[in-house]
């Protein structure tokens, strides 16, 4: 009895491998480029030619384009004071995540102890419930009336109220907690890849703790470094509902501002204006940040 591969006609070789070489590779990049084009590259279009319109309060936009919420955007001191604001608050975001999350990636890298399950359980534990309801479990901490100031003058330490919410103090309690998640897991696979024998190396070599840290493991953890501040960056000046829920009317930053000249007011073109000048300034910062982080990782290859 013949076989089914025997009554098939031969394939030739050549014309096998060009197919698989050539279609291959394209179709697996069509998903992504679909995706892409469609939620990014498409409203961010969108937004750019909104940007350009003339504003109306009747409609989206009137008839026509104009500079002129270009011009408003980056010629008015209080919306240029605005974006300095919000990039700050981003930078000192990723800062304090990443001086508080380093120290519990790095014993979650190295312990050996049954509870890390636990541990890990307690990370990502914050993820599993809404930024709304954790920014108002904050609004519950420091309240005038919430539990800080409340304790704090019972025990007679105070006799008036701790400033600890609508202001910028506030808000950066609420996004640290917030994305401090993942900074930790942007370090974790870092610290995870690096192997333990370089670090026993360096201290048989007559090395300090110190020394250990400083000129092994840091600059080995540069990519998670990197990749972790990064993203809490972008998150933390795009963020809404925390600045609103902590810091009021008092802290305004970009992305509040967005939406109130959106909503509020029905300026859409100025509000896509200072929607793009937010993400070009943001890609600018994470440009000089990605250009400072390469050297270090290029000097430690």
């Known amino acids: 009895m013949r076989s ?9 070789r050549g014309t096998q491998a060009r197919r698989t070489g050539v279609l291959s590779p394209v179709m697996l990049v069509i998903p992504a480029a679909a995706l892409i084009l469609v939620f990014l590259f498409i409203p961010y279009i969108n937004i750019l030619v909104i940007s350009v319109r003339v504003s109306s309060t009747s409609a989206p936009y009137a008839p026509g384009f104009t500079l002129a919420n270009f011009q408003r955007a980056l010629g008015d001191s209080l919306y240029l004071g605005i974006l300095a604001r919000t990039l700050m608050i981003g930078l000192a975001t990723s800062l304090i995540c990443l001086v508080l999350g380093f120290p ?3 014993y979650l890298a190295r312990t050996a102890t049954r509870f890390r399950g636990v541990l890990y359980a307690c990370i990502l534990s914050p993820l599993l419930v809404g930024v709304v309801i954790r920014c108002y479990g904050w609004v519950i901490i420091l309240a005038n009336t919430g539990l800080i100031n409340t304790s704090l003058r019972d025990a007679g330490v105070i006799k008036g109220n701790l400033p600890l919410m609508y202001n910028v103090f506030g808000v ?19 610290l995870q890849s690096i192997d333990p024998s370089l670090e026993d190396a360096a201290r048989s070599l007559g090395a300090s703790e110190r020394t250990v840290y400083t000129r092994v493991v840091l600059p080995l953890t540069m990519p ?20 609103v829920v902590l810091g009021g009317s008092r802290v305004e930053l970009m992305a509040p501002l967005v939406v109130q000249q959106l909503i509020e007011t029905f300026l859409w073109p100025f509000g896509a204006a200072l929607a793009l000048v ?12 990605t250009r400072l982080t390469l050297r270090v990782m290029q000097g430690v290859e």
């Open 224 to 243: 998670g470094i990197q990749s972790g501040t990064i993203l809490v960056f972008v998150l933390a000046i795009s963020s809404y509902v925390t600045p």
């Open 172 to 190: 950066l309690v609420g996004m640290v907690h917030v994305y401090l998640p993942f900074m930790i897991l942007s370090l974790l696979s870092a």
């Open 278 to 289: 937010l993400a070009i300034s943001g890609a600018l910062a994470i440009w000089v940040w």
């Open 4 to 12: 089914l591969a025997g009554e098939l006609p031969a394939v030739p």
């Open 104 to 106: 519990v990636a790095f």
